[in-house]
């Protein structure tokens, strides 16, 4: 791959050894997004994917898998990267990666339970809002319904997951609206995590074109931090699931676990928002 191409992955995953899986992105539509413009999408070759696991330390315990979307190579290319894996990191447990709600839906519960088998074991999604005009608008690719039944399936497949979440992607005087329904859609699957990150307004996005002709108002400091404490509050999981605003754009870095730090954490972002006023 292009070795002057910028890698993206999750900052849990910054010390892990990274394998290229994918370079660009296969939908690349997203309005807010600025990441892979211009990079055309490509499949790495398993030959250079092997490649560059054979590089790997013996004694390699996590790997995570980069691109965009690695799980768009669909199960035939995933399997045999994971054995790959297997083959040259004996030591590996836990293999991670990006994945859409667009790209699992291809997938059947049977295949995302032989990938868990097979060594992925955690998977980054962004589901990003619940609610559906927010995601059309953004033209996420994704309706809620579908993003709540990809969730169960990789709850029935026994394959954990991340949710990310994005507030003030719902534009001004809708945060609280987008937060309780990002919480009701969350609280119909198990998530190990829900991790939030602050929309940002990135140049060269179809976002940043709608900003200048007037069709969206960002939300202020102080409607994005009510969306971040009625999203806490809402939130009521079935399992316990650690909550994470410590992604660089958050306007706030708090994290614990749902639902016995909620009282916390909600205190945290109030306490933050009465030094804003």
Known sequence: MDGRETIYYPQDEMNQMLIPVTSGCPYNRCAFCSMYK???????PLSEVEKQIIYGDLYTER?????ADPVAIGFDAMQHVLALVRKHLPYCACVASYASVRSLAVYS????????DAGLRLLYIGFESGLDRVLESVDKGHRVETAIEQAKKLNQARLQFNTILIYGIAGLGSGIENAVASAAMV?????????????????????EQRVHRGEFFPADGAERLAEIRTLLEYLDPARPLEFDTTHPTNMIKIRGTLPQDKDRLIREVQQHAQQMS
């Open 187 to 207: 609280n119909q699957f198990e998530t190990r995590k829900v991790i939030t990150m602050n929309l940002k307004v990135f140049n060269g996005t179809i976002l």
């Open 63 to 67: 790997i995570f898998l980069t691109g």
């Open 38 to 44: 211009g990079v055309p999408y490509r499949q790495i």
């Open 109 to 116: 519960t049977e295949e995302l339970s032989a990938l868990h």
